[in-house]
């Protein structure tokens, strides 16, 4: 099994407007692009998409389930992105 790659950004963009009222694309729909059009040297395709899933929010996490969770933080903001590994 693969590990997760999470990127999150803060909520907060803002929309474009053509003449006809009509939003262009958002600050999401831009990065979404950016990253599906994203290939390393190595030759690897990245592929991303917005997920509209409402989650519940202020869930209680005890401290012990938290720490069971191998995160592995990336240098550049690490609350931010980070790798979750898996159990095995």
Same mark, same amino acid.
């Given at each position: 099994?693969?590990? $997760? &790659?999470?990127?999150?950004?803060? !909520?907060?963009?803002? *929309?474009?407007?053509?003449?006809?009222?009509?939003? *262009? &694309?958002?600050?999401?729909?831009?990065?979404?692009?950016?990253?599906?059009?994203?290939?390393?040297?190595?030759?690897?395709?990245?592929? !991303?998409? &917005?997920? @509209?899933?409402?989650?519940?929010?202020?869930? @209680?996490?005890?401290?012990?389930?938290?720490?069971?969770?191998? *995160?592995? $933080?990336?240098?550049?903001?690490?609350?931010?992105?980070?790798?979750?590994?898996?159990?095995?």
């Amino acid at each position: 099994m693969y590990p $997760r &790659l999470v990127f999150a950004y803060p !909520a907060g963009y803002a *929309l474009s407007f053509s003449f006809a009222r009509t939003p *262009l &694309l958002s600050i999401a729909q831009v990065v979404i692009n950016l990253i599906n059009h994203t290939q390393t040297k190595q030759g690897l395709h990245i592929q !991303a998409k &917005l997920d @509209k899933h409402h989650y519940k929010t202020k869930i @209680k996490v005890t401290d012990d389930e938290f720490e069971a969770i191998s *995160l592995e $933080r990336d240098p550049f903001h690490g609350e931010w992105n980070y790798c979750i590994k898996s159990r095995e």
